[in-house]
């Protein structure tokens, strides 16, 4: 491929997020272009060939993922799946000799990420988390504020990723999801607490809500709230539910406080300092995401969100989810 190429990519699973997102985003990136789709439905393989104008030869099936292999307009496999089936499908198509980004959470167990991460190593495959909001200016400036200490010290984070589920789907079945909102939203406070104090938790304490709803959440959760101790004394305090709504991360640090409220969505954040509002063009998460992939596999070069950062988080959330179940004991 020459570097002025658009790479081809494949979205696996055309649901929500690949139709209201990863689509449209699509059309709108640089280095690379909707080139094919992986759907259990006929009927969605045919819409989506008629609307972006795909070649019969790049519609697949879930059992007929393999013979990508053979198809050199599929550069790079885009996997949008309940999350339980995140692993097999990136070990697929990193056999088949695919260049994988995953959407989060990377998968229901640390040893699944473990199996991703090596198919892809033997693949000779770059794998990539869908982690757009490490492309997001107001999302990069907190990072900035926090890691570059421009308030001085962070002393304290405030988390909280939460939406109201009120009807039966995939993030309601524990064995699709692999947990509840913790899983689903919690992953971006996790990240937010990472990205901006530059470090990983020393400790961990969680509890569950009380369910309002057990009829709804039967083998998930309802809502979690936790905490992550820092080795520098810094302190994150996350919280996630899917029986409110919540959207926002705060920093305060010795000199100034910072927050984006709201802090995780496609578009529409609102950034504020204590000396001032945050300034930053509308930009389309996805398509920045997209387009630095695509280069990372035009150069070889590691992607900044790579699958060892999923896996990093994946280890974060059990211990979560660890403390959680052993009543907010601490977990170190
Ligand atoms: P949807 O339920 O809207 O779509 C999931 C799709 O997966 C379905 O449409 C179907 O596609 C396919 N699928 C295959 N097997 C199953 C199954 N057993 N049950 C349900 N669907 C199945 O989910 P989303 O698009 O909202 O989420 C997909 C993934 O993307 C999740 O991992 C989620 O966490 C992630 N996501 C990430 C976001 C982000 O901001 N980064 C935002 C939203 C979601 P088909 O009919 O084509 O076979």
């Known amino acids: 491929t020459n570097d002025q190429q658009k790479l081809g990519v494949a979205l696996?699973?055309?649901?929500?997020?690949?139709?209201?997102?990863?689509?449209?985003?699509?059309?709108?990136t640089q280095h690379c272009y909707l080139a094919g789709v992986v759907s259990g439905s006929e009927e969605k393989r045919r819409q989506w060939q008629a609307r972006y104008d795909l070649p019969g030869s790049n519609l697949y099936h879930y059992d007929t993922l393999e013979a990508m292999a053979g198809n050199p307009?599929?550069?790079?496999?885009?996997?949008?799946?309940?999350?339980?089936?995140?692993?097999?499908?990136?070990?697929?198509?990193?056999?088949?000799g695919k260049h994988v980004i995953c959407e989060k959470p990377m998968a229901t167990s640390v040893e699944e990420c473990r199996q991703m991460i090596h198919a892809c190593r033997e693949a000779g495959v770059l794998l990539s988390m869908g982690y757009r909001l490490h492309f997001d200016p107001f999302n990069k400036e907190m990072m900035r504020l926090g890691q570059d200490e421009i308030f001085?010290?962070?002393?304290?984070?405030?988390?909280d990723d939460s939406m109201t589920i009120e009807k039966e789907e995939w993030r309601l079945d524990g064995a699709l999801a692999?947990?509840?909102p913790l899983m689903n939203n919690g992953v971006y406070c996790v990240q937010a607490a990472l990205f901006v104090t530059g470090e990983l938790p020393v400790a961990i304490r969680a509890e569950f809500s009380p369910k309002t709803r057990?009829?709804?959440f039967r083998t998930v959760e309802e809502g979690i709230q936790w905490e992550?101790?820092?080795?520098?004394?810094?302190?994150?305090?996350?919280?996630s539910s899917y029986?409110?709504?919540?959207?926002?991360?705060?920093?305060?640090?010795?000199?100034?406080?910072?927050?984006?409220?709201?802090?995780?969505e496609y578009k529409?954040?609102?950034?504020?300092t204590s000396q001032g509002p945050m300034e930053f063009p509308a930009i389309r998460q996805q398509a920045a995401q997209l387009d630095d992939f695509a280069s990372c596999v035009k150069r070889s070069g590691a992607s900044r969100v790579p699958g060892e950062m999923g896996m990093r988080d994946v280890e974060i959330m059990m211990a979560i989810y660890e403390s959680a179940r052993k009543g907010g004991e601490r977990v170190t």
């Open 73 to 96: 307009a599929i550069d790079i496999v885009y996997v949008v799946l309940p999350n339980a089936l995140h692993a097999e499908y990136v070990i697929r198509a990193a056999k088949a």
């Open 243 to 264: 029986s409110k709504d919540g959207n926002l991360l705060r920093v305060t640090a010795e000199r100034g406080w910072f927050e984006l409220d709201p802090a995780y």
């Open 152 to 159: 001085g010290k962070v002393k304290r984070i405030v988390a």
């Open 268 to 272: 529409g954040l609102k950034g504020r």
């Open 12 to 28: 696996v699973g055309l649901g929500r997020y690949s139709e209201g997102q990863l689509g449209p985003a699509l059309t709108e």
């Open 178 to 180: 692999g947990g509840g």
């Open 228 to 239: 992550m101790e820092f080795a520098s004394g810094k302190k994150a305090i996350c919280e």
């Open 214 to 216: 057990p009829d709804l």
